[in-house]
């Protein structure tokens, strides 16, 4: 009884089509000095549509995690920042409007449900 069994199973992944290629086929390229890599469709193989990236994005809010010196002892301040600002968040470093060390980039939406 337990050979059938064995042998329909057998059977059953005999038929299946190995022949499908790889959902993707990503390869790591290089670009003004960053690593990346292109996606071209969603988990589903869909095109990507604008209207519903940028308002995903508007509703994106990131946690900024940066290390500093506070009177001899290190600590972290955690920044809320609207996606629409986070280039202009980062770039103050740059300036040296903040100062410190960006140790995590959280990302959330305000209005999910905890």
């Known amino acids: 009884m337990a050979d059938e069994i064995n042998k329909k199973v ?7 089509n190995n022949s499908v290629k790889p959902e993707t086929e ?10 990346y890599v292109r996606i071209d469709k969603d988990h589903n193989g869909n ?3 604008p209207e519903h990236l940028k308002k995903y994005a508007q509703g994106c809010h990131y946690i900024v995690r940066v290390m500093r010196e506070y ?4 600590v ?4 809320d920042v609207p996606n629409a600002d986070l280039f202009k968040f980062i770039k ?4 040296n409007t903040l100062d410190g060390t960006i140790i995590e980039i959280d990302k959330y939406f305000p209005d999910t449900p905890a």
Do not use: W
């Open 47 to 49: 095109k990507f549509n």
């Open 71 to 74: 009177k001899g002892d290190t």
């Open 92 to 95: 103050s470093f740059q300036e």
């Open 76 to 79: 972290l301040y955690n920044y």
């Open 10 to 16: 057998i059977d059953i992944f005999s038929k299946h």
């Open 26 to 35: 990503e390869k790591v390229k290089f670009y003004a000095g960053f690593n």
